[in-house]
């Protein structure tokens, strides 16, 4: 009789631990898909080249700029991003640094001035160390 009810407890928590996954699965079928938007892209080559990449979207949750460098090299930029929510509008921008190559791209992440925008204008411009070539893009998370 002891070893039934043992089983029994390891039953029940057995089932409690299944029932928990199933919600967590349901859960996470439920959840809306992440889309990845590419806002703009721009490609140079050159001494010290510098290109400038711009994009609109809308409803994001995050932006970020991409740089690739070949060969690899420090590069440096600059970002700007407009959003607006309501009748309300504002900006953000900054500068970026670091090492950027072709196999492993630098990404650097654009804040927004309001958490959930209805829109955004996003421009960043990256410049080369040295010399090769490069290329800028924006994506945006909705």
Known sequence: MRNFRGILV???GTVAL???????????????PVTVRHLGSCRTQGDFAI?????SVNHPSSIHV?????????????????CSKGTGAGSKGGTFSGHASVA??????????YKHPDS?????????????????????RN
Do not use: E, F, K, M
């Not at 690739?68 to 991003?81: D, E, I, R, T």
């Not at 492993?104 to 001035?113: A, E, F, I, M, Y």
């Not at 955004?120 to 945006?140: F, K, N, Y």
């Open 10 to 12: 390891v039953a029940a």
């Open 120 to 140: 955004c204008i996003a421009a960043a411009d990256a410049q080369l160390g040295t010399g090769g070539h490069l290329h800028v893009w924006i994506t945006a």
């Open 18 to 32: 299944l029932g928990g996954i199933a919600v967590t699965t349901a859960s996470a079928q439920n959840a809306r």
């Open 66 to 82: 991409h740089v690739s460098a070949s060969p690899g090299q420090h590069v440096s930029g600059a970002w700007n991003v407009v």
């Open 104 to 113: 492993v791209p630098l990404t650097h992440l654009l804040r927004q001035n």
């Open 51 to 55: 290109c400038t990449a711009s994009g």
